[in-house]
């Protein structure tokens, strides 16, 4: 699973109505610098005879950091459920909610040309810390850290779209076009 490099992060909104959830159209986040997933997993031991009889292991949910170039304004308030106004202020407050997006990139893998494409369905970020540094002699970029959790879905229980492949493959091309949803086998 070795890859190198991080590029191409998109999100997609999520809209609700009777229940049933939909995708918006991609777009892109910001360029991304570093992401890091680690999952959740409940597990539970049957034992019986005196032995181990059966192991389950279950996916809760997974935890996402995100290091990136820049947030623009619209992304912030798209992201963290904020407020702008006309002169492009944005405004930050205790009835802020994150929404849910789906959050999408992908990364190339170490031979052959091929990527890895990622899309997690449901992820909600939290409020970012904000550092600042006062300039020295050398430069010193101080960039934004994102971090959310990323649950399943309710009508499927899926949580994550992961794909490896050339960029010219049908499923690369349109990866970024609209949130890959699962197609069954045919035949």
């Known amino acids: 699973m070795a890859t190198v490099g991080l590029k191409d992060l998109f999100m997609a909104t999520i809209t609700e109505t009777d229940g049933v959830e939909t995708f918006g159209t991609p777009e892109r986040l910001a360029k991304a610098i570093k992401a890091e997933l680690s999952v959740e997993v409940a597990e539970g031991i049957l034992c019986a005879d005196d032995a181990v009889d059966a192991i389950a292991k279950e996916f809760v949910k997974g935890n996402i950091k995100l290091n990136i170039n820049d947030l623009e304004p619209a992304k912030q308030v798209a992201i963290l459920g904020q407020t702008i106004d006309s002169d492009k202020t944005i405004y930050a407050g205790e009835n802020d909610e994150p929404p849910y997006i789906a959050l ?3 990364s190339k893998k170490g031979t052959g040309g091929k990527y890895r ?3 997690l369905y449901k992820v ?8 600042y ?3 020295g002699e ?3 970029f101080i960039t934004p850290e994102l971090e959310g959790e990323f ?3 309710a009508k499927d229980g899926m ?3 992961d794909f490896t492949g050339l960029p010219t493959d049908p499923v690369a091309t349109s990866w970024f ?3 890959k949803e699962y197609t069954a086998p045919t035949g």
Do not use: D, L, M, S
């Not at 970020?125 to 550092?131: G, L, S, T």
């Open 133 to 135: 540094e006062t300039k």
């Open 117 to 119: 494409y990622i899309w």
């Open 151 to 153: 649950i399943k879905r």
């Open 159 to 161: 949580w994550k779209a």
């Open 104 to 106: 999408g990139f992908r």
């Open 138 to 140: 050398g430069i010193n």
């Open 177 to 179: 076009t609209k949130v």
């Open 124 to 131: 909600k970020f939290k409020i970012p810390n904000e550092n």
